[in-house]
């Protein structure tokens, strides 16, 4: 119950482990806002994803059937009503204006890039700090046991000092 779960809090285990692989992972970041967006990003696996490439594919196909029967001009009301996805709005609008498909292709290869890139920071980033969890468990382990060690004339305080032992090791493996 209630209680079981109350063994396994303990403040100073918790400030151990993600205190200590929380702040070697702000030292690690290239700045504060990098270190505060990247802890938002959290909450992006907390929404949902709707995509569904199937319907973007059909979208598609009838976007080309409406430049294909009306011209390219008729396509920017038909992508402003009917595409919701930002990306391939983005392409249908280019090749609207009359780009280069070359062009256009090049523009949104890049873009592709750059949202790579951004991903691949934000998942180094918290593989970074999955990483940190074990090094900082293992520390509040040692300290939880120095603390025990130095204290052994005094039965009171060896369980208290194992179980901080104990927890950070969990708490690092957990994280």
């Not at 294909?68 to 009917?82: I, V």
């Amino acid at each position: 119950g209630v209680k079981g779960i109350v063994a396994f809090l303990d403040p100073g285990s918790a400030l151990i482990t993600f205190g200590g692989a929380f702040s070697v992972c702000l030292v690690m970041s290239s700045s504060i806002k990098d270190y505060v967006k990247n802890l938002k990003s959290l909450s992006l696996i907390m929404k949902p994803v709707n995509y569904n490439e199937e319907e973007v594919i059909k979208q598609i196909i009838d976007l080309s059937n409406v430049a294909r029967k009306e011209g390219l001009l008729a396509l920017e009301e038909a992508a402003n009503e009917s595409i919701e996805d930002e990306f391939v709005k983005k392409g249908v609008l280019l090749i609207v204006d009359g780009t280069d498909p070359e062009f256009v292709r090049s523009i949104l290869e890049t873009e592709l890039s750059c949202i790579s890139d951004r991903h691949k920071n934000i998942i180094s980033f918290w593989e970074n700090l999955a990483a940190q969890g074990p090094a900082w468990g293992m520390i509040g382990t040692l300290i939880g046991l120095i603390n025990m060690l130095g204290k052994l004339e005094d039965v009171s305080t060896v369980g208290p000092s194992m179980a901080t032992a104990l927890l950070t090791t969990l708490y690092g493996s957990v994280l």
